[in-house]
């Protein structure tokens, strides 16, 4: 594990209390890429509240931070501005192949890679963790998803013209990471429990069949009742090399560290591994912490403290 506590690079912000329901979300890290625009912006930052509208009323009522975490994913899945759900990011054959995880504080955790026809993609993580006994499972089809009650589609429904040109502009000009949008949340429930969850539509471009590190526990998401609800966002396969999620966990749980720090260390070794991006943390006590060492990262939290959206 890499000595460094302190990164000047590293982007850190805080949010909430110590103790008390709280949601950080985030929406993908990366540069801001050339159809950067006030408009754009603005509409990320309403769709970012709407998902955190989502989530924390179910906080507020009580409910376990894992329902909080779906119910802000599955608004995020469905805004064609961010990468998941509709409006993945497309492989190189044109397709939208997503991957989700859920992981609660039990260490309980389920995940897909490769899905091509559930609508919200989380739905089936949540499905392989409640329903069967095992943890991921790699492309699942549409059987398979409605044996689990899980909404499907026709993957024509994820490709949005947008992906469509930001693939052609990756195949003409060679690949250029841009802002991406994979989407994650981290919930605290009023029980103190906690819960991480991601979702995404890999790079752009990516050869078909590439899985990154969200659905991939301890790397993209991860949930430990001794440590924090950890979910990243950035290149996947630093955050793979770096077992990014995990590391945050074990340098709280075992090294002692601070969550800001332990968040800015393994940011640290991502970009050893020559990648960049971001992740949002809540500890099993302590304030939310959100991190990147790229140039944005899409962001916001909510707790009884106040509200904060940024892109
Ligand atoms: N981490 C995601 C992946 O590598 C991409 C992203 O966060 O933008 O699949």
């Not at 993580?125 to 909404?151: C, I, M, N, Y």
């Not at 899985?211 to 790397?219: A, E, F, M």
Request: hydrophobic residues 40%; aromatic residues 4%.
């Amino acid at each position: 594990m890499p000595q460094t506590t302190s990164t000047p690079h590293v982007v850190r912000e805080f949010a909430g209390s110590e103790d008390g329901i709280l949601l950080v979300i985030h929406a993908g890290a990366g540069n801001r890429g050339k159809h950067d625009s006030p408009e754009r912006r603005a509409q990320a930052e309403q769709d970012l509240r709407r998902a955190l509208e989502a989530g924390y009323t179910l906080l507020e009522q009580g409910a376990p931070a894992q329902d909080a975490v779906c119910a802000a994913i599955r608004v995020m899945e469905d805004a064609p501005e961010f990468n998941a759900g509709r409006g993945a990011a497309l492989t190189s054959t044109g397709l939208a192949q997503m991957d989700a995880c859920l992981m609660t504080d039990d260490g309980e955790v389920g995940a897909v890679a490769g899905v091509t026809t559930a609508r919200n993609p989380i739905d089936a993580a949540r499905a392989v963790k409640e329903q069967t006994k095992h943890v991921l499972f790699a492309v699942p089809d549409t059987a398979q998803l409605e044996s689990w009650g899980v909404a499907t589609c026709e993957p024509d429904y994820f490709i949005t013209p947008d992906r469509q040109r930001s693939l052609a502009e990756a195949q003409a000009d060679g690949d250029e990471w841009e802002k991406h949008g994979t989407i994650g949340a981290v919930a605290r429930d009023a029980e103190g429990h906690i819960a991480a969850a991601t979702s995404t539509g890999g790079i752009t471009n990516q050869l078909p069949g590439r899985v990154g590190d969200t659905p991939l526990p301890g790397c993209g998401t991860y949930a430990n009742g001794e440590s924090a609800a950890v979910s990243c966002t950035g290149i996947g396969e630093a955050f793979i090399k770096a077992t990014a999620a995990r590391q945050v966990a074990d340098r709280i749980n075992y090294g002692g560290q601070d969550p800001a720090d332990a968040a800015a260390a393994a940011l640290d070794d991502v970009a050893a591994h020559h990648g960049e991006g971001g992740m949002i943390v809540i500890p099993a006590h302590g304030r939310g912490v959100l991190a990147f060492n790229s140039e944005m990262m899409n962001r916001g939290w909510r707790s009884p403290d106040g509200e904060s959206v940024q892109s």
